[in-house]
């Protein structure tokens, strides 16, 4: 089972930060990592695809980048809006697995 | 716009069977894949099994002897058996579509539509 790590599991911002969380493979997963955000009370929604493709209808702040074992979501200016819980996601093998989440405070 | 909606008794008593249904609204539910996701209360997301349109599945092994993923196309759902619960099967439950992206051969696949999820407690 691939284990997928993300830092930090917690961090308090201000809006218009830019913020970046790290997503750690335990073996490579080439660019089969996806990132949602989930607000409390509701269902994960995709934010990026394939490590770094946008999902249709998401804000151009939000963006991911790497491959292998090292994972990035990044968003720029943040918003009150962007507060939430942030999960990673591998599609590579089964079965699949989740990061343990980043709470993002804002 | 593809919506899942998933359905069941809010309620098992220990031991019993979890049963429960995602309804696919919007599109059919042939020629994809459908994964059931769970995440207990306060704790991250677990994903337990997927169903492809080939007919095969393919199980967590944490919960494989358990668990039983199956589609009715005739009322565009699909259903999640999960059989001798414990309080550790409290939890949110949800369905999921899976797609194949386009920009890589073989296609990566990842979840887009979720549903709402269902809460399901066990207790006597």
């Known amino acids: 089972e691939i284990v997928l790590t993300q830092s930090p599991d917690f961090q308090s911002v201000t809006p218009k930060e830019k913020v970046t969380i790290t997503c750690r493979a335990s073996q490579s997963i080439g660019s089969s990592l996806h990132w949602y955000q989930q607000k409390p009370n509701q269902s994960p929604k995709l934010l990026i695809k394939?490590?770094?493709q946008s999902f249709s209808g998401v804000p151009s702040r939000f963006s991911g980048s790497g491959s292998g074992t090292e994972f990035t979501l990044t968003i720029n200016s943040l918003e009150a809006e962007d507060a939430a819980m942030y999960y990673c996601?591998?599609?590579?093998?089964?079965?699949?697995?989740f990061g343990q989440g980043t709470k993002l405070e804002i | 716009q593809v919506q899942l909606q998933e359905s069941g008794p809010g309620l098992v008593k220990p031991s019993e069977t979890l049963s429960l249904s995602c309804t696919v609204s919007?599109?059919?539910?042939?020629?994809?894949?459908w994964s059931w996701i769970r995440q207990p209360p306060g704790k991250g997301l677990e994903w337990i099994g997927i169903f492809y349109y080939s007919g095969r599945t393919n199980y967590n092994p944490s919960l494989k002897s358990r668990v039983t993923i199956s589609v009715d196309t005739s009322k565009n759902q699909f259903s999640l058996k999960l059989s001798s619960v414990t309080a550790a099967d409290t939890a949110v439950y949800y369905c999921?579509?899976?797609?194949?992206?386009?920009?890589?051969?073989?296609?990566?696949?990842?979840?887009?539509?979720w549903g709402k999820g269902t809460t399901v407690t066990v207790s006597s």
């Open positions: 394939s490590a770094s």
């Open positions: 919007g599109g059919s539910i042939v020629g994809y894949y």
């Open positions: 999921a579509r899976e797609v194949p992206g386009t920009s890589t051969v073989p296609p990566i696949y990842y979840m887009d539509v």
């Open positions: 996601h591998q599609s590579s093998s089964l079965p699949y697995t």
